[in-house]
């Protein structure tokens, strides 16, 4: 299984930890994962997929792909895809399901957002799928930097995420109460989720969401152009930048 980074880190140990943490996690999650029907997600990704359209020239990275929830349809409307995921579970899960389907124009990896180690202006589109909250505030920022050096002049980063702040504003609360209320109505178990969401979100443990506004404003700092955006469901935008041409 191809690896793909950067080589010569200089994280710190808590970035250590977070990332080992990660891959745990999700290594442990990846088949409940791809076994999960979720509607609400199957918009998000069916509205990327829109977004995109048809580009046969183009190389996307798909970041966080997972087993291949957005890579594999998007790869009928492009070059190629690479598929980059922090979990090798995810990583096997994906290259079992491109040997079934037949799919040859999807190459996974293992490896981490953080540590990628792209050549500038090497694709032509960065897309991802609710993976961003899981980067601190920091890494975030790092990372909208990255993609720009990443894409070819024109190129864009197109990505989908729950994408809402601590309930600082009438937004967030909305998106917060409308989450809350979902959850409720499944008895027990949307309780016990609600508790532990709730201590996620206000620790910044493991899900790190910003606010759609906070992303347009790191997106227009970092130079991208024609920034768009759409809210899918409740809590899920989508977010579309380019680098100038
Ligand atoms: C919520 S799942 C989304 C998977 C897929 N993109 C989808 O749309 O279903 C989050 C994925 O991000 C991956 N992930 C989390 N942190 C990551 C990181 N720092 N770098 C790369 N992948 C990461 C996890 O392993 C997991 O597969």
Not at 116 to 126: E, M
Not at 141 to 160: H, I, K, S, Y
Not at 183 to 201: E, F, M, S, T
Request: hydrophobic letters at 45%; charged letters at 25%.
């Amino acid at each position: 299984m191809p690896t793909i980074e950067r080589g010569q880190l200089s994280k710190s140990a808590v970035q250590r930890v977070g990332l080992a943490l990660q891959r745990v996690v999700w290594s442990r999650r990846a088949s409940s994962w791809d076994e999960m029907s979720n509607p609400g997600l199957e918009r998000v990704i069916s509205e990327l997929v829109d977004y995109v359209g048809d580009r046969p020239d183009a190389t996307a990275i798909d970041l966080g792909c997972g087993s291949g929830q957005l890579s594999i349809p998007l790869a009928a409307h492009v070059k190629e895809v690479v598929a980059v995921d922090i979990a090798p579970k995810m990583v096997e899960l994906l290259d079992e399901k491109l040997r079934r389907l037949g799919v040859s124009n999807v190459k996974a990896a293992v490896g981490s957002v953080q540590e990628l180690g792209l050549g500038d202006a090497s694709v032509q589109l960065v897309v991802s799928n609710y993976v961003l909250h899981h980067l601190s505030d920091r890494e975030k920022a790092a990372f909208v930097a990255d993609a720009f050096r990443w894409l070819a002049p024109g190129g864009e980063l197109v990505f989908g995420d729950m994408m809402f702040g601590r309930g600082g504003t009438a937004e967030d609360r909305k998106v917060i109460a409308d989450k809350v209320k979902v959850l409720l109505a499944k008895g027990l178990g949307g309780w016990w989720r609600i508790a532990k969401n709730a201590v996620r979100y206000l620790f910044r443990i493991q899900e790190k969401p910003i606010s759609l506004a906070a992303w347009v404003d790191l997106l227009k700092g970092a130079g991208y152009v024609d920034i768009t955006s759409k809210r899918i469901v409740a809590e899920a935008a989508i977010l579309c930048a380019r680098k100038p041409a």
